[in-house]
Nanobody, 123 residues
Framework: QAQLVESGGGSVQAGGSLRLSCAYSGSLYSYNCMGWFRQAPGKEREGVAGIGGGTPVYADSVKGRFTISKDSAKNILYLQMNSLSTEDSAKYYC??????????????????WGQGTQVTVST
């Protein structure tokens, strides 16, 4: 069973930056895609960024501000978040897909999930 453990969340002022990390078990090549999702209270889960064999994909709301990357040697997935706004406040989840291979930002196409890390952006 894959294990995904997020870290790096916290509180930051608007305009600031955070870098989330996701340590995952197994080789990156066990997974077709990996991604970051977020969910704020009262809102649906939203795909933020995904990375597979090709160009990373981003939600329109984070394009130009967030960057997804991976360190295959360390088995860590990152999400660099810059120019944060209060709209980015949410619990962020790392996810991996070892079954589907679409690499889209659709949560039901990922079959492994971490427990999440909270990001709170204040004015």
């Amino acid at each position: 069973q894959a294990q995904l453990v997020e870290s790096g969340g916290g509180s930051v002022q608007a305009g600031g930056s955070l870098r989330l990390s996701c340590a995952y078990s197994g080789s990156l090549y066990s997974y077709n895609c990996m991604g970051w999702f977020r969910q704020a209270p009262g809102k649906e889960r939203e795909g933020v960024a995904g990375i597979g064999g090709g160009t990373p994909v981003y939600a329109d709301s984070v394009k130009g501000r967030f960057t997804i990357s991976k360190d295959s040697a360390k088995n860590i997935l990152y999400l660099q978040m810059n120019s944060l706004s209060t709209e980015d406040s949410a619990k962020y989840y790392c996810a991996a897909d070892s079954k589907y291979g679409y690499c889209r930002l659709r949560g039901y196409e990922y079959n492994h999930w971490g427990q999440g890390t909270q990001v709170t952006v204040s004015t």
